[in-house]
């Protein structure tokens, strides 16, 4: 047996938002307080081959949706030392509009969807306001346009991408959100992306308030738990916390990049 790679895990956090506790958990929350939300997307670099995760939102629609912009996170890829020009691999954990909205300029990939997603957000349900919401129809038509250009790879199910980079869908939240798992040097890390918004969202089994299906979105949280070795090697979609509990590759990306292949500073209030 060949040992799997071990990939360099980042999170690149490009915008944020203010938001109250009640904000965050369905049935609110009784203890009133700001609890912002920040926007990242993640990248994994390996030996042979490198992945960017989601592809958060653009300034536009930033203002348009009133979001604090920080950077545009695939310009930020930079940093990294990586191109958005060259990347051949985007995994797309679900369509909603900070995940997906800089799809075109990433005008060489591959993106890799669950295709129950792509049913979702081209069918009847976008009808209803509450869940088209979530979406910008132009990122939707986008990745129509990008698949009738063979440039979308689509799953119905765990999918293993490459050794050691593997997808599980975990739909709740959309009706075809997946989650990420990249093997690391300390072992299987696990991008919840939004199967978890905070850590206390699957800490607590207290939904995030953008809801297609309650009962996926709590079976999310076991699938979360049981594909992780430890509670620390789950990364939540827009916790914060992330930038705190991890540290910068270099000082000079303080507060902008994280590295989660690396232990924690600190770890949660679970054992
Ligand atoms: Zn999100």
Redesign the pocket.
């Known amino acids: 047996m060949t040992a799997l790679p071990e990939y360099e895990v980042y999170a690149i956090r490009y915008a944020t938002r203010a938001a109250r506790r009640a904000d965050n958990f369905i049935g609110g929350d009784p203890h009133d307080g700001p609890m912002p939300l920040a926007?990242y997307v993640w990248v994994a670099i390996g030996p042979d081959r490198n992945f960017v995760i989601d592809a958060g939102f653009t300034a536009e629609v930033a203002a348009r949706r009133k979001r604090d912009f920080i950077r545009c996170p695939i310009e930020a890829l930079s940093l990294l030392g990586l191109d958005g020009e060259k990347i051949a691999d985007v995994i797309l954990t679900h369509l909603?509009y900070?995940?997906v909205g800089n799809f075109d300029r990433l005008p060489n990939a591959t993106f890799h969807l669950q295709e129950p997603e792509l049913h979702y957000a081209v069918g009847h349900y976008m009808k209803y306001k509450q869940l088209r919401h979530s979406y910008e129809v132009d990122d939707v038509v986008g990745i129509v346009r990008a698949n009738y250009a063979g440039r979308v790879n689509f799953y119905d199910g765990p999918a293993e991408l490459a050794p050691g980079v593997t997808l599980h869908p975990a739909p709740g939240h959309s009706a075809g959100l997946q989650f990420v798992r990249v093997h690391t040097r300390r072992g299987w890390l696990v991008l919840a992306?939004?199967v978890s918004?905070f850590y206390e969202n699957m800490e607590s089994y207290r939904p995030f308030v953008t809801a297609f299906h309650i009962g996926g979105m709590l079976e999310g949280f076991d699938k979360l738990r049981a594909a992780a070795p430890s509670p620390d090697h789950i990364i939540p979609?827009?916790d914060p916390l992330v930038m705190e509990r991890y540290r910068a590759p270099r000082p000079e990306l303080e507060g902008i990049i994280v590295r989660l292949d690396e232990a924690p500073r600190f770890s949660g209030g679970e054992s």
């Open positions: 926007y909603h900070d995940h992306s939004d918004h979609g827009h």
